[in-house]
């Protein structure tokens, strides 16, 4: 029997010893880290992130509510640390929804990240990859959309083709033939499939992007859907075998996405969707036909509907109170995520301490129009 109750996380964090030469060696040190920062003090606390502080180390990425099947969050269930997916294996209805189940699987479909770079721009740059496109015969798909602050390479100047890249790759720095972009609180970017990108040095970003689900799952998990093509990046070391220059182009030659593009195309606008007298509003920061974004500014209370679909949950400021009739269910303070069960139907958010700004991400049960570039 499914318990109706609000699903919480142990942070999901992507960390690496001070001294480590591969992985997630991009990241900040634990004592410069804005992922860190921006946990709750309860969080903060815990004897676990207490020990990253004190030996300073590396903090690359928070994955929030993520159902994957090798680097998945851990939920409490029962009074346990459980895998998210093991709870979803079990119980994907009333978690995730009948109709969802229906579309996608037992499978959430899409996850929300935190990424934090080094502030020493030769440190802290991500590798020039590609993510493959939906439909992808081989590889899970994982298209992305980016909200934050930082630089970014992103899409080619000109059309190329794999003989000219084989050609730079050998003697120029292929970020040179990238157009470059320094991103703000207001920039969103859509990175479709395909898509050459980097995430530069002394970045803060919350990306949202697709996840394996029933379509996905037998070709890989999340870090499967990343093909290195260059790790370079502003004269960086590279990691070894990090870099996969052929995969890479039968990415982008498998998506149309050799192609030159403009830094305009590559920009996305949120549309307000809600707003009423007292200044709560809601907004569509993406829709793409693998995931939808919405992000909600409440300054007195707002109801939640999930009807539809059960909602992963992420607090970017503020504090709120979740009621169902009149019963309270939960005070989440910045930093929080959760999920919100399907079950639970109709809900009620009230701002404790306002403007409380949250973000809610899903699989779409509907299809629309590709965006183009």
């Not at 998506?255 to 969707?273: F, G, H, I, K, V």
């Not at 809900?347 to 306002?354: F, G």
Request: one cysteine or more.
């Amino acid at each position: 029997m499914f318990q109706e109750t609000i699903l919480f996380f142990t942070p999901n964090l992507r960390t690496e010893a001070p001294d480590a030469a591969s992985g997630y060696t991009w990241g900040k040190p634990a004592q410069e880290s804005n992922i860190l920062r921006l946990l709750p003090q309860t969080v903060s606390a815990e004897p676990g992130i207490q020990k990253l502080y004190e030996q300073n180390c590396i903090v690359s990425e928070r994955w929030l509510c993520s159902d994957d099947q090798t680097q998945g969050s851990l939920t409490f269930w029962q009074g346990m640390p459980v895998a998210f997916s093991a709870v979803l294996e079990k119980h994907a209805e009333a978690i995730l929804g009948p109709q969802h189940v229906k579309q996608y699987g037992p499978y959430l479909g899409c996850i929300m990240k935190q990424l934090d770079t080094n502030s020493a721009r030769e440190k802290g740059g991500l590798s020039v990859q590609v993510h493959p496109k939906s439909g992808h015969p081989s590889r899970p798909s994982k298209p992305e959309m980016w909200k934050g602050e930082g630089h970014v390479y992103i899409g080619w100047k000109e059309t190329m083709n794999a003989e000219k890249l084989r050609e730079i790759y050998t003697h120029e720095r292929i970020e040179a033939y990238m157009h470059s972009i320094t991103m703000d609180k207001n920039t969103l970017i859509l990175v479709a499939g395909g898509l050459v990108h980097a995430i530069r040095g002394n970045s803060f970003l919350c990306e949202w992007s697709k996840a394996p689900g029933a379509e996905d799952i037998a070709k890989g998990n999340i870090k499967d859907a990343t093909i290195a093509l260059w790790d370079r990046t502003d004269g960086k070391t590279p990691r070894p075998g990090k870099e996969d220059l052929e995969g890479a182009i039968e990415v982008m030659e498998h998506a149309d996405m050799l192609r030159e593009t403009t830094p305009e195309n590559l920009l996305y606008r949120s549309e307000l969707q809600q707003t009423d007298k007292n200044g709560n509003h809601t907004r569509a920061l993406f829709r793409t036909p693998e995931v939808y974004v919405d992000e909600y500014t409440v300054q007195t209370q707002i109801d939640l509907s999930l009807e539809d679909r059960g909602l992963p949950l992420y607090v970017e400021s503020g504090v709120l109170n979740i009621f169902q009739k009149h019963t309270h269910l939960a005070r989440l303070e910045a930093g929080t995520e959760c999920f919100l069960p399907y079950a639970l139907q109709n809900l009620q958010i009230v701002a404790e301490k306002a403007p409380c700004i949250f973000q809610t991400w899903y699989a779409p049960l509907e299809n629309i129009d590709q965006p183009t570039l």
